[in-house]
C-alpha cells in the first residue's frame, strides 16, 4: 500500500456542516489529502472560515449557504456545484440537528423537525450526489449517522435516535441499490465527540461528563479531528471495497456492555 491510495488530487468533495465541528475538520482532511471542496452550511460565515483555511492549503474551497432541512435549497446547492465544478466524487453529510425531549412530552412537530433535518436533509443530500455519481460510474458518500442509529441513549434521545436508526438503514438500502454501479455509501456513527452543545449540557450536569467517559474504554470524549483519517479513507481508492458499513467512531464505547470494566483489573 502506498500514499497515492490516499490522494484525492483532483476530485471534488461536497460536505455539508463545514462551519464547525465534524463538519470542518473532515472539510480539512479532504483538502489536504488533494480535494477541492464545495462548503455548505447555515452559517455562511463559519463556512468562509473554513474555506480560507482550505486554500492556505492550496485547495479551491467554495462557500454555499444552506439548510439541509430544505428541499429547495439543496437543488440549488447542486446547481451551483454543477457550475463550478461540473462533477462529484464525495459527499460528507454531516449537518443536520437533534432535538431533545422526553417521549411523553416531546412535540410532533420537533420530532417531524428533527427528522427533516437529519432524514429527509441526508436523503435528498444522497439522491442529488447519487444521480450525478451514477451518471459517473463511482464516487463515495458519507452519512454521519451516531451510536443511537444503532443502540438506546435515553436522555430524551427518542426523535434523534428514531432519525438516526433510519440513517443507518438508508446508508444500507442506498449501498445495496448502488455499489453494483460504482457508488459506495457509508455511515460514521460517533460517540460522544466535544462540541459547543455538549459542553453546555455538560456544564448543566456536572455528573454527565463522568457518566459518558465511563462507558468509553479508551478514556477520552471525541474531538473533530478523530474524523480526520476516517474521513480521508472513506474518500479514497484505499475504500474501494467498502461498502454499507456502518463504522462506529467511538473509542470502543459500542464494544463494550454495561458490566464492562475498564482498564486494568486486579
Known sequence: MTATMFNLS???ALVSGAAQGLGRAMVLALAEAGADLMLADRNEAGASETAAA??????????????VADPVQIHELFRRLDAEFGRIDFLGNVAGDG?????????????????????????????????????????SIVNIGSLASVTALGRGHIAYSMAMGAVAQMTRELSTE????????????????????????????????GKYLSGIPAGRLG?????????VFLASDASSWISGALIP????NLAANSGATMGKTK
Open 178 to 209: 448502488w455499489a453494483g454501479r460504482g457508488v459506495r455509501v457509508n455511515a460514521i456513527l460517533p460517540a460522544q465527540v466535544v462540541n459547543p452543545g455538549l459542553e453546555e449540557r455538560m456544564t448543566e450536569n456536572p455528573n454527565l461528563r
Open 99 to 139: 432535538i431533545l425531549g422526553a417521549p411523553e412530552d416531546i412535540s410532533l412537530d420537533d420530532v417531524e423537525r428533527c427528522w427533516r433535518n437529519l432524514v429527509l436533509g441526508r436523503f435528498c443530500m444522497c439522491q442529488e450526489a447519487g444521480r450525478r455519481m451514477l451518471g459517473a460510474g463511482r464516487g
Open 223 to 231: 474531538q473533530a479531528e478523530d474524523i480526520k483519517g476516517l474521513s
Open 10 to 12: 483532483g476530485r471534488v
Open 249 to 252: 467512531m467511538d473509542g470502543g
Open 54 to 67: 482550505v486554500e492556505k492549503l492550496g485547495r479551491r474551497g467554495v462557500v454555499v449557504k444552506c439548510d
